[in-house]
């Protein structure tokens, strides 16, 4: 059945409301500048291509971060795992200073000089390749350089209808 | 501590090894043109801006079902629920026809005509906007123009760690 005009019903409150049903992994994504680290929490984070190895990052064009990854020309994506909610949830908070985020946790850097975060089921540090604004965001196109994986066995920290979930590696699949 | 040339050791194994552990939720994405129906499913599905409602699907450029959304100019998103496993593997088997794959399900239209599945978490009925073809994927930008939220209480379909997994709505957040 068609409906006469269900485009009338899309505004934001309707649009969030159906994408908190979009499950996805919590991301500490950060970078170092010239104007000293940055980073903040992202679940927009998907996969492009395995040739050569990219992916894409989407944040707020306006945000601070925005402005210190497209600065720095590089960024790394650290997929938190599930004992890392706090921290997320710090680099999500926009009254918590960049200090107060980044002395919350362990960091080293692999080839970019972004900091790599300790623990993170796996961190992909990159390239910024493009960029590419889409209205209010900026689509960070990004170049693997290298990359740690951790800990087979982490739990993914999922953020799903508003709430984060601890999803165990080794649950079953439905039955 | 930065390793001497941790590049050297990006290859599509290494890369895809690291990108098992970004979680993320199982989409069946339609199209109906003149062509008849085409749909699969996409893990790489993310949101770009509530201001205009606008996402973004990525899939494999060459593959049947990107030109059939190429063609049709809309698509629809559904986010799979956690009863819909054994069609989401449908939708991914490259051995299973256009008819097996629509038959096993319900489906009705919103706005574009692209089927809309009985039963997702949410279906979100879009025109596509752009493609921007990055190596060997196309990713499409897409301006929601209809959607449809199912129940807030059904449980998400997760793909991480090479396997499906259940989230259950109501299971509380990591303690």
Sequence with gaps: MALPDASMTIDKQNYRQAMSSLGSAVNIVTSAGASGPAGCTVSSVCSVTDEPPTLLVCINRESRNAAAFREAGALCVNIANADQQALAQRFADKAVS???????????????????????????????????????????????????????????????????????AGRPATP
Excluded: M, N
Aim: charged share 20%.
């Design 98 to 168: 960049v200090e107060q985020r980044f002395g919350a946790a362990t960091w080293r850097t692999l080839h970019t000089g972004a900091p790599v975060l300790d623990g993170a089921l796996a961190s992909l540090d990159c390239s910024i390749e493009s960029v590419i604004t889409v209205g209010t965001h900026d689509l960070f196109l990004c170049a693997v350089k290298a990359l740690h994986s951790g800990s087979e066995d982490g739990d993914a920290l999922i953020y799903f209808g508003r709430r984060f979930h601890r999803l165990a």
